[in-house]
């Protein structure tokens, strides 16, 4: 009996169509797969780059773009073939994804506060220079000779923007923007005062750095008597996943049940639901305002 003489021939016509479909679907699938990667290459660029930039790291975004996916893939692979679970791959190219955000987030609030801490030492230098009778100009030069960055590189931006022609006022503001925190407010709005009421702008910038060196005074003494809620809050937090390791390891058919089960995707969910919200409640807490 020939098997092969029952099965019903398909004409020519029916299977160049049905290639062409295929063909077709396959070129628009490609197509707006590169649509996407080349959308989504610019949007990261223009964020991440930007961000860079404004943090004064110049590394060039296109090497960092592979650099990021190319690391996602690895790792997810090695992820998959370890734990053998999908939902544990997608969990790491979702966190190696994120991560350059929040590098990006740690290095420009890291900036920030160092700049914070340099504010005193800056107005008292740009104080000393308009009291020994230098111009604005010439004492935003000084303070920038004489400090280092991250408050030289803002202020040799700053300059930059003057000579270029830019305005007093829009160059302090982009400034202001750049910095967004209560000390540069400050100090941008003393140096505008200044310049269109003429007053003393010494005695001004002096009283501004003794103000900010008495709160930046009581802010680590906070931070010291704290420390041990922000412990607690870290601890509390990394317990569960911990455990949970550990448990792995010792039972691994008895904790199967929170990955390989919806049920067990819903209780992981609602745990790390619950710890985010005390965190976030325990640094809510500790954290005072001065």
């Known amino acids: 009996m020939n098997i092969g003489s029952e099965l019903p021939s398909v004409p020519w016509p029916v299977l160049a169509a049905a290639f062409a479909a295929a063909a077709a679907l396959l070129g628009l699938v490609f197509a707006l797969a590169q649509r996407f990667g080349r959308r ?12 860079m930039r404004e943090a004064f790291l110049f590394v060039d975004t296109a090497r960092l773009f592979v650099l990021q996916h190319a690391l996602a893939a690895a790792a997810s692979a090695l992820a998959w073939l370890l734990s053998g679970s999908w939902l544990a791959a997608l969990a790491v190219a979702l966190g190696l994804g994120a991560l350059p955000a929040v590098l990006l987030r740690r290095v420009r609030s890291r900036r920030r506060e160092a700049f914070r801490r340099q504010m005193p030492d800056l107005l008292m230098l740009m104080a000393g220079g308009l009291r020994a009778g230098s111009g604005l100009g010439p004492a935003l030069a000084l303070a920038a000779s004489e400090i280092g960055p991250p408050a030289r590189q803002e202020l040799g931006l700053l300059l930059r ?39 003393g702008m010494a005695g001004t910038l002096e009283s501004l750095a003794d103000a900010t060196r008495r709160k930046l005074a009581i802010e680590g003494k906070i931070r010291a008597l704290t420390a041990q809620g922000r412990l607690q809050a870290w601890v509390m937090g990394a317990l569960p996943g911990v455990l949970a390791l550990l448990l792995w390891l010792v039972e691994p058919a008895a904790m199967s049940a929170l990955i390989d089960t919806w049920q067990g995707w819903i209780v992981c969910a609602g745990v790390a639901i619950l710890q985010g919200i005390g965190i976030a409640m325990i640094r809510r807490i500790v954290e005072i305002d001065v």
């Open 40 to 51: 989504h290459r610019e949007r990261f660029e223009q964020a991440v780059g930007g961000r």
């Open 161 to 199: 923007e003057q000579r270029l022609g830019v305005p007093l006022d829009d160059a302090l503001g982009a400034f202001a923007r750049r910095m967004p925190i209560e000390e540069t407010q400050l100090f941008a709005s003393a140096l505008r005062i200044g310049t269109e009421s003429g007053g």
